[in-house]
Each structure stands twice: as structure tokens, then as C-alpha cells.
């Protein structure tokens, strides 16, 4: 989920969430300490003799168990979204081919997307896969104002994503790109990079003389897409690919239209515990082998996604 939090950019984007408006009725999704099982990516085997390449490297916690606990928001499609009952999408799908690598099996949770860094430090989840922008803010665990929350995460990222700007098919408003929000009603998921895109643009409106953003801030994606659909909202504010995929499927590509050029591009990473080292470190390696191998690729361009493509992984790379 862009703007930059783990922004989906969680600043929070997120390429934000989706099939979006498919998935509302699908998932339960409250507060942290509520979060719902969404289903499973499944890799690897019996780990007694496991012969992954990378299953030495795990820690042994996860070489006994088979299992690593991830943390997602399911409806940001094509990243990660609900269809008949289990999680699918780019993240699943990368999963299932680093879970090859490692020798083990990937566990999917949906739950809020606000939550998510919380309850991956609380130990809920091993790691936390859902289209969140590696930056500072969520490295150092900071607030927007550059107050401190917790001790942050160590991010292995994986993706590369921007912000886009979406409206109701036809563009009634004739919105150009974000700038063209000064005055005007803007929805977005709450928590995620691309609200924190929308502040500075507002900033950016009231310095420059103009009328603020007036954003409003929903607890999923779903209910954002579902104000501007009604017209409540003359645009919404999501990761490229999100918007981009939205754009083509929902309402049979009748409700929504992307407008101008994505921008604020930066990583989407995994989330780690920064206590969890070798855990990050076997993750990066992991990542490096399904690009070379071509896995990565080949999941991209089934969802397509391919322009979120990186040639190698980092870890903390987002600024």
C-alpha cells in the first residue's frame, strides 16, 4: 500500500490492495488483536531431510515448525486480495516461490493493514507481506510527526511501486493529478503512504494559497473506492498497480479510471522483527534466488505486474 508507512508508501502503500469491491463481504477485517485467517501459501514439505537450497540458513524455529507466519491486508489486488475463500495474488504467489528456496511454507493472515506492524513486533506474525513501502518513518518506528512509536522494522524489499491517483469512470471533475486536489474531497485507506501523500499535498495546497485536501480517511480500501464510486469523493489515492488493476476490473472496467502518471515511486518490502536477523537476511537471499531463477518473474507477469520489477533485493532500502 505508496506515498511512502509501509505506503501499502503502510507511509503506509502500499503496488497501497485488490478486486476490491469483491472482497469487502469476503474479509473480516478489526483491529489487530482481531485479525482472521484468510488461507495459506503453501511451499516445500516434510522438513525432516528438507533439501531446499536455503533451509540451513533459517533459524531453527522455523526449520522444526515448516512454518513462517505472515501478516497481510487481502484487498489490494493484484497484490493481495480474497477470491472464493483464499488469499491470491503477487505477494501468495512470491511466497509460495521463496517458500521453495527455503524449504518451508508461508501462512497467510488478513487482518487490519494498520495492525500490521504492531502485531508483527508482538510476535502475532513472523513476517508481514502486503504492499507496504519500505521507508524511514516505519524502519525507525516514527509517527508522521517524527514522534517515536516503537523500535520500527527491517524491511527486504522486493517490489518497486508509486502512488496514483484514481477517479469515477469519466472523470467528472477533470482531475489531472493529485495537485488537482486542492479544495476538494479525496478518499483513502487509513494508515497507509499514500495518506500521508494526500497531507503533503494538502500542505502543499495551503502554502501556495489554495483550499487544503479534504481527506477522508476509511479503515479499508474497499470503503474509499466505494466513496468515490458514489461520487462522495472526486478521487481516490492508492499504490500504482492497485489503482491500475481496479482501473481495469472493477465493475467490468466501468467504475474507475486512473489519471496522470504515478509518482513517490519506492519499495515495497517484507517486514521483519529487527531482532529476527537471520530470519531478514535468509529472506533477501531468498528473493535474490527467485529473481535469478526467473520465478519472479513469472509471478509478476501473471498478475501483471512486471513494472514493479527489481533486479535484486535490499534490505532498509527505502528513504
Not at 123 to 151: P, V, Y
Not at 178 to 187: P, S
Request: aromatic share 6%; glycine share 14%; with cysteine.
Amino acid at each position: 500500500m505508496t506515498a511512502s508507512t509501509l505506503c501499502r508508501t503502510a507511509a503506509k502503500s502500499r503496488i497501497a490492495a485488490v478486486c476490491a469491491v469483491a472482497v469487502a463481504g469476503t474479509l473480516l477485517l478489526t483491529a489487530c488483536g482481531d485479525q482472521t485467517d484468510g488461507g495459506s501459501t503453501k511451499a516445500g514439505g516434510d522438513t525432516a531431510g528438507n533439501t531446499a537450497p536455503l533451509f540451513g540458513k533459517l533459524p531453527e524455529k522455523y526449520q522444526k515448525s515448516g512454518v513462517i507466519k505472515v501478516g497481510t491486508n487481502a484487498e489490494y489486488a493484484p497484490m493481495e486480495s480474497v477470491e472464493n475463500g483464499k488469499i491470491v495474488g503477487v505477494d501468495p504467489d512470491l511466497a509460495e516461490a521463496l517458500g521453495k528456496q527455503l524449504g518451508v511454507k508461508f501462512e497467510f493472515t488478513s487482518g487490519s493493514f494498520d495492525g500490521l506492524i504492531t502485531a508483527l513486533n508482538t510476535g502475532r506474525h513472523d513476517i508481514a507481506m502486503s504492499s507496504i513501502t519500505d521507508n524511514k518513518q516505519r524502519q525507525e518506528g516514527l509517527d508522521d510527526k517524527g514522534k517515536k512509536l516503537g523500535k520500527g522494522v527491517d524491511f527486504v524489499d522486493y517490489f518497486l511501486a508509486g502512488t496514483a491517483v484514481y477517479t469515477k469512470k469519466g472523470n467528472p471533475e477533470g482531475i489531472k493529478s493529485i495537485e488537482d486536489l486542492c479544495g476538494k474531497v479525496a478518499a483513502v485507506q487509513r494508515g497507509t503512504t499514500y495518506e500521508e501523500a494526500l497531507k503533503k499535498q494538502s500542505a502543499a495546497c495551503t502554502d501556495g494559497g489554495k483550499k487544503a485536501v479534504k481527506i477522508e480517511s476509511f479503515e479499508n480500501d474497499t470503503e474509499a473506492q466505494t466513496r468515490v464510486k458514489s461520487g462522495g469523493a472526486v478521487a481516490g489515492v492508492n499504490d500504482y498497480p492497485v489503482a491500475v488493476d481496479l482501473a481495469r476490473k472493477a465493475g467490468g472496467g466501468n467504475d474507475f479510471e486512473v489519471v496522470g502518471e504515478q509518482v513517490d515511486a519506492g519499495p515495497f518490502g517484507i517486514a521483519v522483527n529487527k531482532d529476527n536477523t537471520e530470519l531478514r537476511d535468509v529472506l533477501k537471499e531468498a528473493v535474490d534466488a527467485i529473481i535469478a531463477d526467473g520465478s519472479y518473474k513469472k509471478v509478476l507477469d501473471k498478475w501483471g505486474a512486471g513494472t514493479g520489477a527489481i533486479d535484486k533485493a535490499a534490505v532498509n532500502g527505502g528513504k
